[in-house]
């Protein structure tokens, strides 16, 4: 008898949580655009890169306060690098597909965001502006990048925040940092000098995009 009562006593509790949860239950698309301030993490003497993104996706809320989104995004990456008179522009695009766990507080206006991202390598390329090996001077070239060179996946961890500021139109922060390596090690050359001089380079991603849901 005991035994019956308290398993009537949960089969209600359950009841009783899973029904709002169901009523709140719902699916939602989400576009973004915006700009991304990028660079490499292991490569000493770079700065900071800007470039754009522009990102579909669909979310699902298990309840008005929990809930999951997987995205689909271009993305402009790199960074700057500059030894003396000489600078180079890695410029790298990928297709990244975040999975995002999501937590929105009570309100429903501020969203916390964390999640892994996949990164497939598109191409590279690198601009080399300085002194000119033959006849002085200054020169500019711009180069592409084996995609061989490159590993084609780029795994991260991502976190974000979002601000709905009116129902379905918001700005969004994000940070995402590469936890494999980008590039296979040095292949080649520019002017006699190594265009990428370390193994060890990491994508690292700070941006911020106008977001708009359905």
């Known amino acids: ?63 008005p306060h929990i809930g999951v989104e997987l995205d689909v995004a271009f993305s402009e990456q790199g960074a700057w690098y500059v030894e003396g008179k000489s600078r180079y522009d890695y410029a790298y695009n990928y297709l990244n ?21 996949a990164g497939a390598f598109l191409s590279g390329t690198y601009t080399y502006t300085g002194p000119s090996v033959v006849g002085g001077g200054m020169t500019s070239t711009e180069m592409e990048f084996d995609k061989s060179e490159f590993h084609p996946w780029d ?7 979002r601000w709905m500021f009116l129902a379905n139109l918001g700005v969004e922060v994000r940070y995402a940092l590469g936890i494999t390596q980008t590039h296979n090690g040095v292949s080649d050359s520019l002017n006699g000098r190594p265009y990428i001089s370390v193994p060890d380079n990491r994508n690292s991603v700070l941006r911020l995009g106008l977001v708009v849901t359905l």
Not at 43 to 62: A, Q
Not at 102 to 107: S, Y
């Open 1 to 63: 008898m005991k035994h019956r009562f308290w398993t009537a006593v949960a089969v209600v509790c359950g009841l009783l949580l899973t029904t709002p949860m169901q009523a709140q239950r719902r699916m939602e698309f989400v576009f973004s655009d915006g700009l991304n301030l990028s660079s490499l993490v292991g490569l000493e003497g770079v700065s900071p890169r800007l470039g754009l993104f522009s990102e579909i996706g669909v979310g699902y809320n298990f309840s």
């Open 97 to 117: 597909i975040p999975l995002l766990a999501k937590f929105t507080l009570p309100d429903q206006s501020l969203s916390f965001m964390a999640g892994v991202q």
């Open 155 to 161: 795994f991260g961890a991502v976190v974000g925040v």
